[in-house]
């Protein structure tokens, strides 16, 4: 799919526009309005199965693959880093409408110990629950759906959160409004929300209270130019409409490092939304230009 037609078929999916069949919501909660179950799901930069299109485009100006894989760690521990400390401290001033859960894979101890220290590092701990994504499964293992699936579920068991959001790592600077409008959208009963990505694929999904995760992710094809159309599709076969919020962009491949690098090498320091992900690509700029300007 090129761009023309990924902005004919998404231009659909206007804000609010009611899609599909009369929604098969499971029965809610009609006493007072429950907190949302904020999702972020991280894969740890280990063992070179972290980022690998974006690992493969960098060997070209590396004088090793360990050289490779130490740029991956350090913009997966900077991206996750401004990405915790931003929406703790956006969400713990919400007033506890968001109970926050930090969703790590492979599910092993290497893994939660790394986790574990990025949250204490960013003094955040208090404010983000570690899990597991299921032990019987990894994110090679499995389909991202049914890690997704599995995590949403969990999050609103052990919090009784209403609704859920989930992001990933992929875009560091996603403003906290991103955040907000999603959660305001999905407040509203059988209303979805999705922040599109500019390379097909999607930043953010808030999914409404009774929303089935099983049905909400069947059959979306991912990592394709599609994606974002194909959770939308999977939406309306769950019977949701879907609410198309501002398109963002993530960081897969070399290119987009670098257009991150550009939206984020004019900030200022002390008002920088990254300040992590900004030191770390500033320090990448001075010890291996070409990667960032090539």
């Known amino acids: 799919m090129n761009a023309m037609e990924w902005v004919q078929s998404l231009a659909e999916y206007s804000l609010g526009r009611m899609v599909g069949a009369p929604s098969p919501l499971r029965k809610t909660n009609s006493g007072p309005q429950r907190a949302t179950a904020l999702v972020l799901l991280a894969k ?109 579920q969990r999050a609103r068991a052990a919090r009784g959160c209403a609704r859920v959001s989930f992001l990933g790592v992929d875009c560091p600077d996603l403003p906290l409004e991103a955040l907000l409008a999603a959660a305001s959208a999905s407040s509203a009963p059988g209303v979805a929300a999705v922040c599109p990505a500019s390379d097909g694929g999607y930043t953010l999904l808030a999914l409404p209270e009774g929303a089935d995760e099983r049905l909400c992710f069947s059959d979306v094809r991912w990592s394709a130019g599609d994606t974002c159309l194909s959770q939308l599709q999977a939406l309306t076969r769950a019977g949701l409409t879907s609410a198309v919020l501002e398109t963002h962009s993530d960081v897969d491949e070399l290119p987009d490092l670098r257009a991150l690098w550009a939206r984020l090498a004019g900030e200022p320091d002390s008002t920088s939304q990254c300040p992590h992900t900004r030191a770390m690509l500033a320090a990448l700029a001075t010890s291996a230009p070409a990667v960032l300007c090539g």
């Open 44 to 152: 740890y930069p280990g063992a070179g199965k972290s980022k690998t299109r974006l690992a493969a485009q960098l060997r070209p100006f590396c004088a090793s693959d360990d050289a490779v894989q130490a740029i991956i760690a350090n913009f997966v521990r900077a991206a996750t880093l401004d990405l915790l400390q931003r929406f703790a401290a956006a969400t713990a001033s919400q007033g506890g409408g968001f109970e926050c859960f930090l969703t790590y894979a492979p599910p092993t101890e290497e893994a939660r110990s790394w986790f574990a220290s990025l949250l204490q590092e960013g003094r955040v701990e208090d404010r983000w629950r570690l899990q597991p994504v299921l032990s019987s499964s990894s994110a090679a293992s499995s389909s991202l759906g049914d890690i997704l699936c599995d995590a949403g």
